[in-house]
T-cell receptor, first 114, second 117 residues
Framework: EAQVTQNPRYLITVTGKKLTVTCSQNMNHEYMSWYRQDPGLGLRQIYYSMNVEVTDKGDVPEGYKVSRKEKRNFPLILESPSPNQTSLYFC?????????????FGEGSWLTVV | AQKVTQAQTEISVVEKEDVTLDCVYETRDTTYYLFWYKQPPSGELVFLIRRNSFDEQNEISGRYSWNFQKSTSSFNFTITASQVVDSAVYFCALSEGRGNYGQNFVFGPGTRLSVLP
């Protein structure tokens, strides 16, 4: 089944404790990205990657890192999480990076930083 | 700058009623794409439909239909004979190119639909 898989789905962590949210897609998609969803602010892009070893900042990259060493994986790293990073996170992928490519989302990761 | 407006923040209907979710967009590009996504209470984002700016034909998929009108910059979504399982937040989204940097994908704020039994 074609899908975007992210883990963990639910996490409560403490301020400053590094964490990684993994993301993997099995559709051979070139383009991958991370979004966060917050009440009243909608979906905002954190980082995106147009291909292996190519990553770039989205709208809200502060406090996050990403890497794209393999085509299928695009982990999101929070080096020193803070409470304002409490959010619902989505990994997403699409076949290409041009407009019109449908973006497929993972199931979401609910992250709480206390 | 591109923008997507979903003026209806929340809608409640009784099961079997028809409901239309409005979406109005702004763009300067002549080539763009419009999408609808569904977010049920479990949280995932489910792709529903994609339209390009050159195809104004309405589309029907089961109980779902979409009306794209370039003249009014609208891409409305109608659910016929709504069911409780249709309860979700629905997002309209707009995609344009951004040169060599892929696509600029902008979501509307979403409309929360509650279908009551």
């Amino acid at each position: 089944e074609a899908q975007v898989t992210q883990n963990p789905r639910y996490l409560i962590t403490v301020t400053g404790k590094k964490l990684t949210v993994t993301c993997s897609q099995n559709m051979n998609h070139e383009y991958m990205s991370w979004y966060r969803q917050d009440p009243g602010l909608g979906l905002r892009q954190i980082y995106y990657s147009m291909n292996v070893e190519v990553t770039d900042k989205g709208d809200v990259p502060e406090g996050y890192k990403v890497s794209r060493k393999e085509k299928r994986n695009f982990p999101l790293i929070l080096e020193s999480p803070s409470p304002n990073q409490t959010s619902l996170y989505f990994c997403a992928s699409s076949l290409g990076s041009g407009p019109g490519n449908t973006i497929y989302f993972g199931e979401g990761s609910w992250l709480t930083v206390v | 700058a591109q923008k997507v407006t979903q003026a209806q923040t929340e809608i409640s209907v009784v099961e079997k009623e028809d409901v239309t979710l409005d979406c109005v967009y702004e763009t300067r590009d002549t080539t763009y794409y419009l999408f609808w996504y569904k977010q049920p209470p479990s949280g995932e984002l489910v792709f529903l439909i994609r339209r390009n700016s050159f195809d104004e034909q309405n589309e029907i998929s089961g109980r779902y239909s979409w009306n794209f009108q370039k003249s009014t910059s609208s891409f409305n979504f109608t659910i016929t004979a709504s069911q409780v399982v249709d309860s979700a937040v629905y997002f309209c989204a707009l995609s344009e190119g951004r040169g060599n940097y892929g696509q600029n994908f902008v979501f509307g704020p979403g409309t929360r639909l509650s279908v009551l039994p």
